[in-house]
């Protein structure tokens, strides 16, 4: 009588481990850029990202936190900027929409709302306010004030 209970607890306990297999998760993004200096100062000192290790130690490598365990790589070797469409964009969630404006203003940096107009800023059906600029490569990105 056991024998039976042991198999099916076994058995349980296989398909309970299986629903529980890891999902597959962000590690990280990588950009190709034409100009590393510039790239930098852009998410260093526009978007206020940090950096964090990376193993090449090459000079046209730069590695970003960007959330746990996410990362974003910076890779110097583009030929050339290219045109991207707003779509696709990177998200950056910062306190104040309105104090990385004044960042923005300070180094005469351009943005604009989702809809294309120069300066301005998207507000959501959340309460969400949101701005579009591209970085020197003309990737975008947004930057919004999202509470989660």
């Known amino acids: 009588m056991r024998l039976p209970i042991f198999f099916f607890c076994l058995l349980f306990g296989f398909a309970a481990k299986a629903q529980k297999a890891p ?3 962000i590690n990280h993004i990588a950009l190709s850029v034409v100009d590393m ?7 260093m000192d526009i978007i ?17 936190s960007i959330g ?7 890779i110097e070797g583009a030929k050339q ?4 469409y707003k779509g ?12 990385q404006l004044e960042t923005l203003k300070r180094h005469k940096i351009h943005w604009e709302d989702w809809l ?11 309460g969400v306010k949101q701005i579009w600029l591209q970085d020197p490569d003309g990737y975008w990105v947004e930057i919004n004030d999202a509470k989660e």
């Not at 990202?49 to 046209?60: K, R, S, V």
């Not at 900027?81 to 991207?84: E, G, P, R």
Request: one cysteine or more.
């Open 23 to 25: 999902r597959a998760s």
């Open 81 to 84: 900027v290219k045109t991207y």
């Open 68 to 74: 746990p365990k996410t990362a974003l790589h910076i």
């Open 88 to 99: 696709s964009h990177l998200c950056f969630t910062v306190a104040s929409v309105d104090r």
């Open 48 to 64: 206020g990202l940090d950096t964090i290790p990376e193993p090449f130690h090459d000079g046209i490598h730069t590695w970003y």
């Open 37 to 43: 200096k510039k790239s930098n100062f852009f998410y």
């Open 116 to 126: 294309g107009n120069p300066f301005g800023v998207t507000l959501r059906v959340d």
